[in-house]
Structure formats: C-alpha cells, structure tokens
C-alpha cells in the first residue's frame, strides 16, 4: 500500500495542500478561485502537481532498507511566485521548488525548434527568440538535499520564524540547518547516553516556536515537553523549561508508561501555549505554567479497558497528530474508526465526525457520531467493540484562515468546510 497518506500540510496562505506518501511521492492540492460563472467553487481542491521526493535506498553498512515513506512536509512562506517546501523520510530532507511555466521560447540560433543542435556552419543569421504561450506546466525541481545528518529515523522539521534555518529531530538527536548550506548541520540536542542500554527515554517530537526564533520545545516518549532556549547555550541539552503532569498513582497500570508518550507538540498561532497529544488525550499547556497542563481533553477514554488487545494488535503505539484553528479556538485530533475529534476551547464541547464515502458526498452535512461504552445501545451510537482499528485517523491539517480542513484516512483525502448558508 505505497499510497496511504503519512502527512498533511496546508502552506502559509492555505491556497496549497500538500500531502506526502508511504510511497514517496507528494501530491499538492491547489484551491480554486472563485469565477463569476461559477460563484460556489472557491473552496474545492485540484491536483497541482504530483512528483516523486524519495526513493527507497539500500544502506549497505548497516544492511537497512532506508524507506521512501515521507515523514512530514513544511511549507517555506511565498516570496516570490514559487513556493517551497521540506519534506522528508527517515533520513534525508529535500528543499522543493514548484514553480509554473506558462510560456515557451521560440526561434533559438543554435538549435531548431525540436530541440536537436544546428550545425553551425548553416548558421547565417542572429535571430531573436520570442516568448509564444503554451499550455501551463507545474515543474517541481529540487533545489537542495540535507543528507547524512540523521543516525536515526528523522520524526520532525519545523522551518524557525527567522526563515533562515530549520530543525529536524531523530529520536536522539535535534540537528539545526541553514536552508543554503546543504553539507552541515549543528546538533542543538543531544540525549544519546553514553551507554545505550542506559536509555531510557527518546524524542518523538519537535517545533520552533512561531515568533521567537531562539525558542523550540521537544517532546519525548516518557511525557515530558523540554522548552529550550537557543540563546543560552549552543548545545541545549539543558532546557530552560519542563513541562510535566504528575502521574496519579491510583491509575498506574503495564500501560501508563506507553500511553503516556506524547505523538505530537504543536505550538499555537499565538505562541502562548502549546499542545500535547498522547495516546488517549490532548493537552493545552501555558508556556508560562510548567507543572499541569491548563486544559485537558480526552480523545477517547473508552479505549482504556481495551489496551490489552490495542497492544496486542500494536495499535497502542499509533501516533497521532493534533493541530489548531486559525484563531487557536478550536482543536483537532484523530481517532479509530475513522473518527476525528473537535473540542471548542470556549464552551468546553466536544463533536466527533466520521471520514467516510458516506459523509463525502458534495454539500452532505456531517453528523456527529457517538461511541457507546455499555448497556443499552441509542439507535445512532456505535459499540466500542465495533469500531475499527484498522481504519484510523493519523493527519490532519487546518487552514490558516477559514474553517476549512483536511482528514487523511489511510488512503483518502478528506476536504470538510463550513458550511455556507
């Protein structure tokens, strides 16, 4: 299956949508505008342009498939009418450009109009090419590779609010990048304890904060959040802030320590908070307040008496995404059954909807789905032990502006907005 989605990304106008595969390739998805014959179609989606970011490749000292999978992608801010984007696999980070051609020159003096080379001695006079249209071409070329950095899998790049550098983040080690300088990197984190089998925990995430270019944080799999500042040392191994909930140990089970590892840190558009998601909750924590989170919301507490078999069935290490509205009023996160959830900051309500065929359908209404836990079943509810592990909601991705967003489903892309009246 090389074409279940792996990552969703709207760029900084949320006019782009792209989205990265097992496979290696990226597919980005651009908006329509809106035209006078056709009031209604601002808002759908087309394919842009398709092309193929990473191979699989063969490490032959360590004897491991390298996989093409692409594990995230962040779009550059538009400077001038080409965008950019990172994306990368477990090892290797590429610098895309996608850039349109729409026009094609004619009348060359040393070749003739197929392309083939004239001999130069039929050459007898200088001709001026002239620019004649053609039919509009998308190019995606790459214009940089950031390789050899990573000794293990890279989980993370976010592009710093300078525009100038960039994070990527492996489960030991944070490395930052110049987005000019391909053949070096400085490593900012490193937790690789001098003996491996001292290891304890690892990074599973990471993200410069959106206006201070000094600051990022890191999540790691024991459930902590590290806030590091760039300016006080080079090598921030000490954090200037930790971020960490209290275990209650009346709830303590086999399960906490792996539940408790964090999928996801998402800082929001405002830079006050951040947000954690973990296996069964998400989590809003102030920047400002480092020993509880400010606002939790549990993605799917009915699954806490199913961890045996959510182990045993591996799903229990699924890692989820989260991401925020354009105002940081409104959350998203994904669950099973092709279930997403919503949780409104300000009254505190929650929604569950469903990505299916069924819902897809242009201008249906989603309705919202509840998930029964015992006793007598409503006509509209589902059963805890009918829902499908196997169909699963991993990425989403809000655009920066609108209500307006995107749900990959295995191997679907799902388009909802608000509706218009």
Request: charged share 30%; hydrophobic share 35%; proline share 3%.
């Amino acid at each position: 299956m090389t074409d279940i989605i792996s990552t969703v990304e709207f760029n900084y106008s949320g006019d782009l949508l792209a989205t990265g595969d097992k496979g290696g390739r990226v597919v980005i998805f651009q908006r329509e505008q809106e035209s006078k014959t056709r009031p209604l179609s601002r808002g759908e989606y087309n394919v842009y342009s398709t092309f193929q970011s990473h191979e699989p490749e063969f490490d032959y000292l360590k004897s491991l498939e390298i996989e093409e999978k692409i594990n995230k992608i962040r779009w550059l801010p538009q400077q001038n009418a080409a965008h950019f984007l990172l994306s990368t696999n477990d090892k290797t980070i590429k610098l895309w450009k996608i850039s349109e051609r729409d026009k094609r020159a004619e009348g060359y003096n040393l070749k003739d109009e197929d392309g083939r080379l004239r001999d130069p001695v039929r050459i007898k006079e200088l001709r001026v090419p002239t620019l004649k249209p053609m039919d509009l071409m998308v190019e995606a070329s790459p214009r940089r590779i950031f390789a050899n950095a990573h000794t293990y899998h890279i989980n993370s790049i976010s592009v710093n609010s300078d525009y100038a550098t960039y994070l990527s983040a492996d489960d030991l080690r944070i490395n930052l990048w110049h987005l000019e300088i391909t053949n070096r990197s400085f490593n900012i984190v490193d937790i690789k304890p001098a003996n491996m089998e001292e290891l304890t925990e690892v990074i599973t995430a990471a993200e410069f904060h959106p206006q201070q270019c000094n600051v990022f944080v890191y999540s790691s799999s024991k459930g902590t959040i590290r806030l590091c500042d760039m300016r006080s040392s080079a090598l921030c191994d000490r954090h200037s802030k930790f971020f960490e909930e209290p275990e209650d140990p009346s709830s303590r089970s086999f399960f906490s320590e792996i539940i408790s590892s964090i999928s996801d840190v998402k800082f929001s558009h405002n830079g006050r908070y951040m947000m954690t998601r973990d296996y069964l909750s998400v989590k809003v924590w102030d920047l400002n307040m480092e020993n509880r989170p400010v606002e939790t919301y549990q993605v799917h507490e009915y699954l806490r008496s199913k961890l045996c078999s959510l182990y045993e069935n591996d799903c229990i290490f699924d890692k989820f995404e989260c991401c925020w509205n354009g105002l940081d009023s409104t959350i998203m996160t994904g669950s099973y059954n092709n279930f997403f959830r919503m949780f409104d900051r300000n009254t505190r309500r929650d929604t569950t909807l469903e990505a299916s065929r069924e819902s897809s359908k242009s201008r249906a209404i989603l309705k919202p789905r509840k998930v029964c836990t015992g006793g007598k079943r409503k006509k509209d509810e589902i059963s805890v032990d009918s829902l499908d592990f196997n169909k699963k909601i991993l990425h989403t991705a809000w655009h920066p502006t609108e209500n307006f967003i995107a749900v990959a489903a295995t191997n679907n892309l799902y388009l909802f907005q608000d509706k218009i009246n």
